[in-house]
């Protein structure tokens, strides 16, 4: 086989093509290190209080010990469904002390979504911001959750003025334990110390659910090697980002995000970095406030982000002048926002590409790249990127082809999804993305398209099939279709095309109001057009491309 013409610019970047053998057995140790290491350094800081890193180890311990009282063992699965707020990060420490899995959840799920996620994967605790707790109430009953920690913006044992108030209708769900997370900290923090529970690179830690083609969401199986293997892949890539104790990283995207949780909160955190968390990032008053404050050395965002946050007048008033780092993910950067972006910062937006299959990154421009490119970057060392024709066989350099990976960093598989896990991955052990790229003859990385329908709406995946499966349900929908259309300030919004039943009396209100009570308001469709009929090839099959030249 020909050499992978990204080793050559490894070889003048002076990046090696394989990572060091893992230094720990998981990345709950990792991160116990981090804490001993940095104790009197400052961990995190929200609403502008810091938290070092000795009180988050002591907070993360006594979690730790009050799971273990309520018995829980290795491998059991607990949700967390919050924004960027401190139980956050506190909660995911206790839950890998005490050996456990944690199961990331959107809180801006509707109760279909939620149900769907807790039932698939078993869990019997959650961690669920106050805000959310209505939509736990509503299928709390058809779930296997029985203890729900309600969090609020603090650690208190009271919940702060600013926090909502927790669903009555939760509070009053028989067979459940509803319990403060302050007071679960309290508790734990009276407890013996937790019992250290030996995990390794073969355990899992995170169930990171991501959207199916069939409709319904399925759970990548993320291993600690997994998390360890991509935190070490990213650390040679970007070794000037990662000076340890030195790092100040605003988080802004959410943590329930692969991309967040192990680039902002994981791999930094296992340096002794500062970590400013943005529970809204939407409120971009706010949100510039804190860059005034934090000088940030580390940004990470998605294109949106970026976008809105470059038409804000007071962000020339940030002093950039520690920044070291800004990575693009989740959706292509537009290359008008990277230019906007560096007039005002000095530093072009460094883009990756990557999945919550591939913990997640699985190519990213390195340091020694030093202007917007366009691409993804470079496949990152000991994986291997090949590009495969419909056929099944790989594409010449510069063709076009679905990106399949394979490395350390690529997930074990959908929980509980054998069949799923056949049709995701080459005879030869490649996952198979679903993404065409093509390469360039230095191996740099552009996506071109999307093998699945899919849509990237603000940096989320948005299946077709899903949204379809619900608009269908709407009274007097005969069929549907949808596809992604280009979108200033999302990227891609969804359009969906209704064929109606003969005689019903449907309009765009309904159906969008239909959808608005089963979907989470970024797979919305942004419009609804009405057509006699949907375009089908001879099989039956619903022809998009004919919906997209419409």
């Given at each position: 086989?020909?050499?992978?013409?990204?080793?050559?610019?490894?070889?003048?970047?002076g990046?090696?093509?394989?990572?060091a053998?893992?230094?720990?057995?998981?990345?709950?140790?990792?991160?116990?290190?981090?804490?001993?290491?940095?104790?009197d350094?400052?961990?995190?800081?929200?609403?502008?209080?810091?938290?070092?890193?000795?009180?988050?180890?002591?907070?993360?311990?006594?979690?730790?010990?009050?799971?273990?009282?309520?018995g829980?063992?290795?491998?059991?699965?607990i949700?967390v469904?919050t924004?960027?707020v401190?139980a956050?990060?506190?909660?995911?420490?206790?839950?890998?002390?005490a050996?456990?899995v944690?199961v990331?959840?959107?809180?801006?799920?509707?109760?279909?979504?939620?149900e769907?996620?807790?039932q698939?994967?078993g869990?019997?605790?959650?961690?669920?911001?106050?805000?959310?707790?209505?939509?736990?109430?509503?299928?709390?009953?058809?779930?296997?959750?029985?203890?729900?920690?309600?969090?609020?913006?603090g650690?208190?044992?009271e919940?702060t003025?600013?926090?909502?108030?927790?669903?009555?209708?939760?509070?009053?769900a028989?067979?459940?334990?509803?319990?403060?997370?302050?007071?679960?900290?309290?508790a734990?923090?009276?407890?013996?110390?937790?019992?250290?529970?030996?995990t390794?690179?073969?355990?899992?830690?995170?169930?990171?659910?991501?959207?199916g083609?069939?409709?319904?969401?399925?759970g990548?199986?993320?291993?600690h090697g997994?998390?360890?293997?991509?935190c070490?892949?990213?650390?040679?890539?970007?070794?000037?980002?990662?000076r340890?104790?030195?790092?100040?990283?605003?988080?802004?995207?959410p943590?329930?995000?692969?991309?967040?949780?192990?680039?902002n909160?994981?791999?930094?955190?296992?340096i002794?970095?500062?970590?400013?968390?943005?529970?809204?990032?939407?409120?971009?008053?706010?949100?510039?406030?804190?860059?005034?404050?934090?000088?940030?050395?580390?940004?990470?965002?998605?294109?949106?982000l970026?976008?809105g946050?470059?038409?804000?007048?007071?962000?020339?008033?940030?002093?950039?002048?520690?920044?070291?780092?800004?990575?693009?993910?989740?959706?292509?950067?537009?290359?008008?926002?990277?230019?906007?972006?560096?007039?005002?910062?000095?530093?072009?937006i460094?883009?990756?590409?990557?999945?919550?299959?591939?913990?997640?990154?699985?190519?990213f421009?390195?340091?020694?790249?030093?202007e917007?490119?366009?691409?993804?970057?470079?496949?990152?060392?000991?994986?291997?990127?090949?590009?495969?024709?419909?056929?099944?066989?790989?594409?010449a350099?510069?063709?076009?082809?679905?990106?399949c990976?394979?490395?350390?960093?690529?997930?074990?598989?959908?929980?509980?999804?054998?069949?799923?896990?056949?049709?995701?991955?080459?005879?030869?052990?490649?996952?198979?993305?679903?993404?065409v790229?093509?390469f360039?003859?230095?191996?740099?990385?552009?996506?071109?398209?999307?093998?699945?329908?899919?849509?990237?709406?603000?940096?989320?995946?948005?299946?077709?099939?899903?949204?379809?499966?619900?608009?269908?349900?709407?009274?007097?929908?005969?069929?549907?279709?949808?596809?992604?259309?280009?979108?200033?300030?999302?990227?891609?919004?969804?359009?969906?095309?209704?064929?109606?039943?003969?005689?019903?009396?449907?309009?765009e209100?309904?159906?969008?109001?239909?959808?608005?009570?089963?979907?989470?308001a970024?797979?919305?469709?942004?419009?609804?057009?009405?057509?006699?009929?949907?375009?089908?090839?001879?099989?039956?099959?619903?022809?998009?491309?004919?919906?997209?030249?419409?």
């Amino acid at each position: 086989m020909q050499e992978r013409p990204w080793l050559a610019s490894y070889r003048a970047y002076g990046i090696p093509a394989e990572i060091a053998p893992a230094q720990h057995a998981s990345v709950t140790a990792m991160l116990e290190e981090a804490m001993r290491t940095h104790a009197d350094r400052p961990a995190l800081r929200f609403a502008g209080q810091p938290l070092r890193y000795a009180q988050v180890d002591a907070l993360s311990a006594a979690f730790a010990a009050w799971l273990q009282s309520r018995g829980v063992q290795r491998g059991d699965r607990i949700a967390v469904m919050t924004p960027n707020v401190l139980a956050f990060p506190i909660a995911l420490l206790g839950i890998l002390r005490a050996g456990a899995v944690q199961v990331n959840v959107n809180p801006l799920y509707t109760p279909r979504e939620l149900e769907h996620q807790l039932q698939d994967a078993g869990a019997r605790l959650m961690v669920v911001f106050n805000g959310a707790t209505p939509t736990l109430a509503q299928v709390l009953a058809n779930t296997p959750v029985r203890t729900v920690l309600a969090a609020g913006f603090g650690l208190g044992t009271e919940p702060t003025p600013q926090d909502p108030p927790v669903d009555a209708g939760l509070l009053a769900a028989p067979g459940c334990e509803v319990v403060s997370f302050g007071a679960a900290l309290a508790a734990g923090a009276a407890l013996p110390r937790f019992q250290s529970v030996a995990t390794g690179p073969d355990d899992l830690i995170f169930l990171q659910y991501t959207g199916g083609t069939t409709g319904l969401s399925k759970g990548a199986s993320l291993s600690h090697g997994n998390l360890l293997a991509n935190c070490a892949q990213f650390a040679l890539f970007m070794p000037s980002a990662r000076r340890p104790g030195e790092e100040v990283v605003v988080t802004a995207i959410p943590l329930y995000h692969i991309f967040a949780l192990m680039v902002n909160f994981i791999s930094y955190f296992s340096i002794g970095a500062e970590n400013w968390l943005v529970p809204n990032p939407r409120d971009m008053n706010a949100f510039v406030a804190l860059l005034r404050q934090a000088r940030p050395t580390v940004v990470t965002g998605v294109n949106t982000l970026y976008a809105g946050l470059t038409q804000h007048p007071d962000l020339r008033q940030v002093d950039w002048s520690r920044l070291r780092l800004v990575a693009g993910g989740g959706s292509a950067i537009v290359p008008a926002v990277s230019e906007r972006w560096q007039a005002i910062t000095g530093h072009f937006i460094r883009e990756g590409y990557g999945l919550s299959e591939t913990s997640p990154i699985v190519t990213f421009n390195p340091a020694a790249v030093q202007e917007f490119n366009g691409t993804t970057g470079l496949p990152l060392p000991s994986s291997d990127v090949k590009l495969l024709d419909d056929d099944g066989h790989e594409v010449a350099l510069g063709e076009a082809g679905e990106v399949c990976v394979k490395g350390p960093h690529v997930m074990r598989g959908y929980w509980e999804k054998p069949q799923a896990n056949a049709q995701a991955f080459t005879a030869d052990g490649y996952f198979k993305t679903g993404d065409v790229g093509q390469f360039d003859a230095r191996g740099f990385l552009k996506i071109v398209d999307r093998k699945k329908d899919m849509i990237l709406v603000s940096g989320f995946n948005v299946y077709p099939n899903e949204i379809e499966a619900v608009a269908s349900a709407c009274t007097g929908v005969a069929e549907c279709a949808c596809i992604g259309v280009p979108d200033e300030k999302t990227g891609e919004a969804v359009r969906l095309f209704v064929v109606r039943l003969p005689g019903a009396t449907l309009d765009e209100a309904i159906v969008l109001a239909h959808c608005r009570d089963n979907l989470t308001a970024y797979k919305l469709p942004r419009s609804v057009r009405f057509i006699e009929a949907l375009p089908k090839s001879a099989v039956g099959k619903v022809l998009r491309r004919e919906l997209r030249g419409q």
